[in-house]
């Protein structure tokens, strides 16, 4: 099969011009870019563009993507008609990531380590946009 890629929003830039993701290694360079970025920028929006658009010209689904520098650790959301988020092992409440300027909530329990941040998204890059199954996910209320 081959991988149309994946489509990044997370920098101010990126609401005028876009970035596709088409290998692993874009995906580390991404991670990369969340965690070494400026605070404001540490989450994402991730669109498969594998998956076909809705007759809006919507995206039918979407995978949020938040990283923090200092614990490396990160927090993932995926909507399509269901909400899921990441189930991490330690819940410290609500968290919250920066996307394009502003604040953007992740429930409480979905923070995990980045290196399964970045498993994640490889997957979701090598599968078509489905649900990474490399780590567990539980039902998220966004």
């Not at 990044?8 to 991670?31: K, N």
């Not at 092992?89 to 329990?109: A, K, N, T």
Request: aromatic residues 8%; proline residues 4%; hydrophobic residues 35%.
């Amino acid at each position: 099969m081959t991988v149309k890629g994946l489509e990044v929003q997370f920098e101010s830039e990126h609401g005028r011009t876009v970035e596709v993701l088409r290998s692993a290694d874009d995906v580390d360079s991404f991670i990369d870019s969340l965690l070494n970025g400026p605070y404001d920028q540490n989450c994402a929006v991730v669109y498969s563009l594998d998956r076909p658009t809705l007759p809006s010209g919507y995206r039918d689904h979407e995978l949020a993507v938040g990283t923090g520098k200092v614990a490396r650790m990160g927090a993932l959301a995926f909507t399509e008609d269901d909400g899921f988020a990441s189930k991490g092992s330690i819940d410290r409440g609500i968290l919250e990531y920066m996307l394009l300027g502003h604040v953007r909530e992740f429930v409480p329990g979905s923070e995990i380590p980045v290196e399964l941040v970045r498993r994640a998204v490889k997957e979701f890059l090598e599968n078509g946009g489905r649900l990474p199954a490399c780590i567990e996910w539980k039902d998220g209320e966004f």
